[in-house]
């Protein structure tokens, strides 16, 4: 079925990645050549040896490291419906070194990302961006950023999610806390106001961003009450 998908040259380079990873590790080879039918229709043929370099790149000879690697490639279908092969290079990057934390940080942050992708429509390098930085920063953060990311980013208009997703690295950049927390009560605040209002109220967070940071998940939480008693037009007058 594979060769069938790509000329015979790029079948032959298919063929040798999957010898080389053999002589790595047969698992992390039976996982790669397993779902090569279904990520090799997904995938561009100048990409094979990237892909395979990319996954090579996870194992570090432990069964842990074989482990993340496996998942990493059994994954290549879900993850190249929706994502481009730059955007899986920084994924796969924030997955290394989440694994220097915990492989078991890194697996489940993969197995988080398989769902949090198809929401992010173009905004996907923000969110690695994000996740990067909070890595960096309070790596034991993240696995709840990938969960509130589930949950929050159903409830922002599609067209806003980049700037909610701004907002949300900026309050990691302040030293936040509590991101996760943070970003699931402004996601959850905002799905109470009709969407078509979330970029004018996300124009008042971003102010507050840039003079009090630490008041805008407030601001936003207290939102849905002000605009029971006032209009948007109103709030913003008052906010001003």
């Known amino acids: 079925m594979v060769a069938k998908q790509m000329p015979f040259s790029y079948f032959i380079k298919w063929a040798h990645c999957g010898i080389s990873l053999c002589q790595d590790s047969p698992s992390i080879a039976t996982s790669y050549l397993q779902t ?4 090799m229709a997904r995938l561009k043929s100048r990409h094979i040896e990237t892909w395979a370099n990319l996954g090579r790149g996870l194992y570090k000879g432990s069964w842990k490291s074989g482990t993340l690697t496996s998942k990493f490639f059994e994954s290549g279908p879900t993850l190249l ?9 920084e ?3 924030l997955l290394e070194v989440l694994s220097h934390r915990s492989y078991e940080l890194a697996i489940d942050c993969l197995a988080l990302g398989q769902k949090i992708v198809g929401y ?9 961006k994000l996740s990067m930085s909070l890595a960096e920063t309070s790596w034991r953060q993240v696995k709840g950023m ?7 980013l159903p409830n922002i208009n599609p067209e806003q999610r980049l700037r909610f997703l701004k907002l ?5 950049e302040t030293g936040a806390t509590n991101v996760p927390a943070a970003m699931l009560e402004v996601s959850e605040a905002l799905s109470s106001i009709d969407d078509q209002s979330h970029a004018r109220v996300l124009d008042l967070a971003e102010t507050l961003m840039e003079t009090f940071p630490a008041s805008m998940p407030v601001f936003v939480r207290s939102s849905p009450t002000a605009l029971g008693r006032v209009t948007l037009t109103q ?3 008052w906010f001003e």
Do not use: N
């Open 36 to 39: 090569s039918p279904a990520t």
């Open 81 to 89: 419906d929706t994502m481009t092969i730059p955007e899986v290079q």
């Open 146 to 152: 990938f969960e509130a990311a589930s949950r929050a």
């Open 168 to 172: 949300v690295q900026g309050l990691s």
């Open 235 to 237: 709030m913003e007058k």
């Open 120 to 128: 992010l429509g173009d905004d996907k390098e923000a969110f690695i």
């Open 91 to 93: 994924f796969a990057a």
